[in-house]
């Protein structure tokens, strides 16, 4: 296929991020919609997997583009694990949702604590264990 | 009269937009646009921009990205010039920028990239 280099880096840019045994979305998307699964592997694959931005600064700013366009929860809910995972602090995320309020306004930045506070907590969980 | 809140942001304010751009927007300050001029001043660039935990090179990819997502033109040619003074590359820039067509779409990463292209011609004039 037409994707090139990209989709074939999807699945490890993917478990770089993701909790051990989650399924990639293109998987789950497979069925109903495998046009969107390749463009999703293929953005995990081609985008975040190049050179030239480390990961835990990519994460950062996806949790910040996400915090600021809203309605993106569950997607928000990942991508706090996956800055976790790429090496961003606690501190960090919480300073990059901060930064957030500046320029899409308080509530947002607000809405997207209240999700970083259960993963967090998750987190903190399973750093006790 | 002794201000530190108001020096602290001014300081971290003239540290990223440069002195050249905060002479400017101060020059330009009505009495219309003066309280939001002492907002940002204490606002993003003292209470946010100046804290710690966050670098300023990755607070400069997170608010670019935002901006591009938003499509918040004019800050976002403002916040290029900024990244390039916290020690982006125009590389690290257009990473940040191709990042985002992902996440907010390809159109909002399109017109982010053209202003980020306009910004950096004119750093090399």
């Known amino acids: ?44 694959g081609a985008v975040l997997g190049r050179p030239g931005l480390d990961l835990r600064t990519r994460q950062l700013a996806t949790i910040c583009v996400l915090a600021a366009l809203g309605g ?31 320029y899409a306004g308080v509530p947002r930045a607000i809405n997207a604590m209240a999700v970083a506070r259960r993963v967090l907590a998750a987190h903190d969980e399973e750093e006790e264990r | 009269m002794a201000d530190p809140a108001y020096d602290e942001g001014m ?24 309280p939001f001029q002492d907002l940002i001043t204490r606002y993003a660039w003292g209470a946010v921009w100046g804290r710690d935990g966050l670098d ?5 990819c997170v608010t670019l990205a935002v901006l591009a997502a938003l499509r918040c033109d004019e800050e976002l040619a403002m916040h290029v010039r900024a990244a390039l003074r916290n020690g982006l590359t125009a590389d690290e820039i257009g990473e940040v920028l191709l990042h985002t067509a992902i996440y907010a779409g390809v159109p909002a990463a399109n017109s982010a990239l053209a202003i980020a292209q306009r910004v950096l011609a004119e750093g090399e004039r």
Do not use: C, K, Y
């Not at chain 2, 300081?11 to 003066?34: C, F, K, M, S, Y």
């Not at chain 2, 300023?56 to 400069?60: F, K, V, Y």
């Open chain 2, 11 to 34: 300081a971290v304010r003239r540290a990223v937009l440069g002195d050249a751009h905060v002479d400017r927007a101060i020059a330009n300050t009505t009495e219309l646009t003066a």
């Open chain 2, 56 to 60: 300023r090179r990755t607070r400069s």
């Open chain 1, 1 to 44: 296929m037409s994707a090139g280099s990209g989709a074939g880096r999807g699945i490890a840019v993917f478990r770089r991020i993701a909790p051990d045994g989650a399924v990639p979305p293109w998987e789950a998307l497979a069925d109903l919609a495998p046009g969107l699964a390749e463009a999703a592997e293929h953005g995990l």
């Open chain 1, 72 to 102: 993106a929860e569950p997607q928000l809910e990942f991508h706090i694990g996956g800055a976790l995972r790429a090496g961003a602090t606690p501190r960090e995320v919480v300073e990059a949702l901060t930064q957030v309020s500046l």
